[in-house]
């Protein structure tokens, strides 16, 4: 069968035939939506309501499926760009659907229909649409099934428009459009996983002069990151908005209590004084504390385990500054750069050598895709 | 859509895509159910972007959190993406809390998991490929005269070993077509085994960090050799693989626990089922879990059951079928099909030993940091290896049952992520807890702990045969069931206080070679086995074995020595799980060895 990948703006003429498409489709869609019962359990922290049929798919998250993009050529240009596949499940296979998907990916109110996936020749359940979109944008998007508008089943993203509709949303790889957090939540953020981060050190410190505020232009253009504020945490706080808008939205709640709940307790402690402009052993003292489990101030009615929270950010900081940078952090790979230049043998030959491992342009492997 | 074949093989992974690829290339029909998905490395993919990237993610991925009614409810677990959703489909295993403080109850755990991919296991694996001892094919006989083994007051030992109804000559076929047909690195010289060709190809050049190993084993006169990896360094005929310009590229630190988007690591498909997948012959059905198999009341499988990618369930029917699903998967499909159909159930349980003998390996080793920095993140999974446990003299001398193949790790921790989500713990089930958990290290102090274990720790691993016991055993479980509705896998196990000595030995082995290696003191380095981690009771190292033991006696072993149900004419069972005893290395090698034996078999009667 063959896959069709729809250019942006001019479509039809772009339509790239590609094998394998059911297979492909299949591949990422019977683990997570193929089952037999409806049991919910896929609700971790009640962030779904329990009537919520995402809560019996496992990994709700992973749709629509954004992949790496490749035109089988090994083209570089493919590398600004993401493979995003649509994918409605209907009750069964035996009812043909007419399915379509309307969304600011492509011309607007355009709608792109989905194709009913086969398995051995035959139909399946599964309809879906794979479309070529850059990376670092945030998209809305809606399904029409048999003539009727719905948001997507499976994927639990939404956004709400200025108009006040509800749509669907996903969004591609080294994204960095804020979704999660507004900006006072972000300035707490910042300040406690630049506490975590060694960057305050003075390892640290020379790095980020020499490195990654002289990063040439052109290096952090091709890495679709503008400046914003992704500077001395290497991206962490953009990596933590992106990984509660997606994998792991069953946090967000932890992160919304807690950051509001710090907010109220860093004014009342220096009564007035916003917490950004509080100084760095303000944030010390706040994080001993809540390692402690024993924080002065902190509402516990509303949350009862601060070193909890603290655990969770612990986890999200490293795995921010070290991940690979499509996940939103670790911005043009600061983060390895950071370990590769902190540790060379005596002839200054670095001794982490992350650049040899991973794709070009953002490594120098030109074997691998990415 | 065709539904009869030749052989239906449930699974293709390391039990299961040899008798695929030798029977299709016989010209049988043949059809693979496989559970997993398809996923490709880039030469395979019309793309180019392979399924498995060097992704610290992948791995290792976001945050879920255990659900069911089980003790570790609410816990978060970490899988990776080719690995089971431990909600839907969990193994449970029994915690007695005998060597550890856990509560005893029963606990999900992603432990005890291969991988569900087309390729099963030998996706993720490290790819450490040795041959079985002479010796481990026989420690009934080995050790049925001994009076001396440690810690083994009931003489469970001698009650319990069992000699494989065939020898390692008898396998030395096998192995040899294993390794040109899978296409591994490594040198025979200093094997202890019986070599009679070479089909090794060249290994790349050790990582520099593995000199300490070099130099350990050598003063302590522990005669070495290249780890056998399934990587290729040279270009493959058998699965027309090429390797790049810089055979180097295949040096990463994404190795144990990836798949490999370049198609270098030998794993079953690369190997095995690509070279035949555009055969007329032979289809792949990749994304279908076979749930049920059923029998016609004269000994033969009419029905394998499935569910199809949508879920939907189908049935096809072969002359033979093949159960490869990997030891626990495999013997969970035959007791579930047993349940719902008497004639089956009378004829896998013509004795009661079905999901009995449950093996894994005595595992541990040692782990230090050397006085220099090295860049481990361009390595394979392990360099030199050693035979030095498993010598007739080494066992005598230290009262054990059987030996152990020693190894070092240069792949481990190589990269910043897991450094941190393994700090104080290597297994699936406590990763990240004790790094969220150090709150100290943050700033300076978390510098000082990257500078102290970045590129700098080095550890050697054992891998030993665990005593079998009938009381190690995989069981459905009574209330947990899977998101199709089938009971899931119970998982109860123990350690033999013989495996204990055995362990405490052979770690104290790999800490003299660091020892040695690093000019340290005598005694200053800690080894340890696997019975001291947290979760000892649940950790299985991926290895998988037993519970479905083949033998020459039918009151003695579930499986006749052609890997054939007793009672049945056309059930076979090819992965871990025929196993007597679980060899003293790692499985895979011997796993495919059988796998191809077997295909041969079947030859002589499709
Ligand atoms: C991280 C890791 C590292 C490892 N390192 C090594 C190593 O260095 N050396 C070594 O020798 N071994 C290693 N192993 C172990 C190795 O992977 C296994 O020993 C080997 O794959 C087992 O072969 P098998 O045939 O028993 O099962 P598998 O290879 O796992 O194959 C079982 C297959 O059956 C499929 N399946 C299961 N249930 C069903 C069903 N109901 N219907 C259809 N299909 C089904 C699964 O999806 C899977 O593909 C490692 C494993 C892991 C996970």
Redesign the interface.
């Known amino acids: 069968m063959s ?1 069709l990948i729809l250019e942006q703006a001019k479509k039809s003429d772009l339509i790239i035939e ?3 498409f059911d ?1 492909y489709v ?12 409806g ?1 919910p ?5 009640g962030e779904l309501a329990d009537s919520d049929p995402r809560a019996k798919i ?2 709700q ?1 992973r749709f629509p499926i954004i ?8 083209n570089p240009a493919c590398y600004d760009y993401n ?1 995003v596949t649509f994918v409605y499940a209907a009750d ?2 035996e009812t043909e659907h007419r399915i379509s998907v309307v969304g600011t990916f492509a011309n607007l109110y355009e709608r792109l229909p989905l194709q009913q996936i086969r ?4 139909a ?3 309809y879906a649409l794979s479309v070529k979109v850059p990376k670092g944008q945030v998209h809305t998007y809606k399904f029409c099934v048999d003539g009727e508008w719905q948001l997507d089943p499976i994927n639990p993203q939404t956004a709400k428009l200025d108009n006040g509709v509800t749509w669907s949303r996903f969004f591609t790889q080294s994204c960095a459009v804020p979704l999660t957090f507004e900006r006072w939540e972000r300035v707490i953020l910042e300040r406690l996983t630049d ?4 960057f ?2 003075e ?2 410190e020379r790095f980020l002069k020499n490195y990654y505020y002289y990063l040439d232009r052109d290096s952090k253009e091709q890495n679709y990151t503008p400046v914003y504020r992704l500077d001395e945490q290497v991206g962490v706080v953009n990596y933590i908005d992106k ?1 509660l808008a997606r ?2 939205r ?2 967000l709640i932890d992160y919304k209590i807690c950051l509001a709940i710090i907010d109220q307790l860093l004014r009342q402690r220096r009564r007035g004084l916003e917490p950004d402009r509080q100084s760095r052993e303000v944030y010390m003292d706040l ?1 001993r504390q809540m ?1 402690c489990n024993d924080v002065v101030g902190w509402d516990y009615h509303q949350y009862g385990n601060p ?1 909890y929270f ?3 950010v ?2 999200h900081t ?2 921010g ?4 940078p ?2 939103g952090g670790n911005i043009s790979g600061a ?2 750069a950071f ?1 590769g230049e ?2 060379c ?1 005596d002839k200054g030959k ?5 650049r ?4 070009y342009p953002l490594g120098l ?1 030109e ?4 | ?1 065709q539904t009869h074949f030749d052989a239906v093989i449930i699974g293709s992974g390391a039990g299961g895509a040899p008798i695929a690829h030798t029977l299709a290339k016989a010209g049988k029909t043949v059809l693979v159910l496989e559970k ?4 490709l490395p ?1 030469q395979h ?7 498995y ?5 992948l791995a290792t ?5 255990i ?2 009614a089980v003790a570790n409810r609410g816990q978060s677990y970490y899988a990776s993406h080719v690995e ?2 431990l ?2 489909e969990p193994h449970i295993y029994r915690e007695t809390g005998k060597f550890n403080r856990r509560t005893p109850g029963d606990y999900a755990t992603i432990e005890g998991y291969t991988a ?1 991919v087309v390729g099963g296991g030998t996706q993720l694996y490290g790819a450490v490929s040795l041959r079985f001892s002479e010796t481990d094919f026989q420690l009934h006989s080995y050790n049925e005269q001994r009076t001396d083994l440690k810690n083994d007051p009931n003489d469970d030992v001698r009650r319990e070993a069992r000699d494989w109804p065939l020898s390692y000559q008898d396998f030395l076929p096998w192995y040899e077509m294993t390794e040109r047909l899978i296409g591994i690195n490594g040198t025979s010289e200093n094997q202890a085994k019986p070599f009679r060709a070479d089909y090794y190809q060249t290994p790349l050049d050790p990582n520099p960090i593995s000199g300490y190993i070099a130099k350990g084993m050598d003063a302590l006169g522990m005669k070495r050799f290249r780890t056998p990896l399934a990587v290729i360094t040279e270009d493959h005929e058998p699965s027309g693989r090429k390797v ?1 310009r810089d055979p180097d ?1 295949a040096k ?3 190795v144990n626990r990836y798949g490999d ?2 198609g270098l690591k030998s794993n079953t498909w690369v190997s095995l089922l690509a070279p035949i997948k555009d055969l007329p012959n032979i ?1 792949l ?3 279908c ?1 076979v749930t049920q198999l059923e029998s016609d009341g004269y000994g033969n499988v009419n029905r394998v059951q499935y ?6 369930m189908r049935t096809v029917s072969g002359k033979v079928v093949i159960v490869a699903c990997s030891a626990i998967e495999s013997v969970r499909l035959l007791k579930v099909s047993a349940l719902a159909n008497h004639d089956f159930d009378r004829r896998i349980h013509q004795n009661d030993l079905l999901g009995k003998y449950f093996l894994t390996h005595c595992f541990g080793g040692a782990r230090v940091r050397v006085p220099e ?3 481990k ?2 390595s394979l999974d392990s360099d030199w290896a050693t035979e030095f446990c498993a010598t007739d003299d080494y066992l005598k001398s230290h009262g054990l049952w059987a030996g152990a193949a020693i190894y070092n790790n240069t792949s481990d921790s190589a ?3 897991s450094l ?2 393994t700090l104080d713990a290597q297994d699936m089930d406590t990763i ?1 807890k004790s ?3 150090r ?2 290290l ?3 102090q ?2 000082e702990w ?2 102290e274990d ?2 700098t720790t080095l550890s050697v691993a054992f891998m030993a045969n665990q005593v079998p016991l009938y009381s190690n055993r995989i069981e459905l479980h009574p209330t947990i069931r899977d ?3 089938m009971p899931s896998a119970y998982i109860i196990k123990d350690w033999h206080s013989h495996d204990v000595a055995l362990m405490d030995t052979i770690a104290r082995e790999c800490a003299r070679i660091l020892e040695k290696g690093c000019d340290l003191a005598e005694g200053s380095v800690q080894g340890g086995g696997v019975y001291l981690a947290e979760n000892g009771l649940a950790r299985i190292a991926n290895h998988i074995l037993g519970g479905a033991r083949f033998g020459k006696d039918r009151r003695d072993s579930v499986l006749d020595v052609n890997c054939r149900a007793w009672d049945f004419d056309n059930l076979y069972v090819t992965d871990g799980s025929f196993m007597p005893t679980s060899g003293g290395a790692n499985p895979t090698h011997t796993i495919e060895a059988n796998a191809f034996r077997v295909a041969h078999h079947l030859l002589g009667r499709l």
């Open positions: 896959i590609r094998d394998n297979q299949l591949n990422h869609c019977a683990k997570y939506l193929a089952r037999k019962e049991e359990r896929h609700n971790y922290n496992a990994d998250w992949d790496s993009y490749g035109d089988g050529s090994g493979l069964d296979a398995f051995a020749g035959e399946t359940r599964y506490h975590i981060l060694p305050h050190t390892e640290g990984v994998e792991e069953h946090h994080y390692a070193r603290l655990q969770l612990r986890r490293i795995t500054a070290f991940s690979h499509k996940y983060g390895w370990l902190l540790f043998d670095t001794l982490f050598d992350w040899r491992s991973i794709e492997n074997e691998y895709n990415g | 859509m997993g998905p398809l996923f880039q993919a019309p793309s180019g972007v392979s399924d990237k060097r992704d610290e993610l991925g976001a945050e879920k959190r659900t069911l089971p959703d909600n839907d569900h790049p590229t990463t630190g994404y988007p370049l289809e059905r990749a994304n879990t569910r199809d990618p949508s879920g939907t920095r090295f860049d993140s361009l990269l910043p992520i941190a989500r990240w790094f969220t958990e709150t100290e943050t700033g300076d978390l510098l990257l500078k970045f590129g998101k199709w509705g």
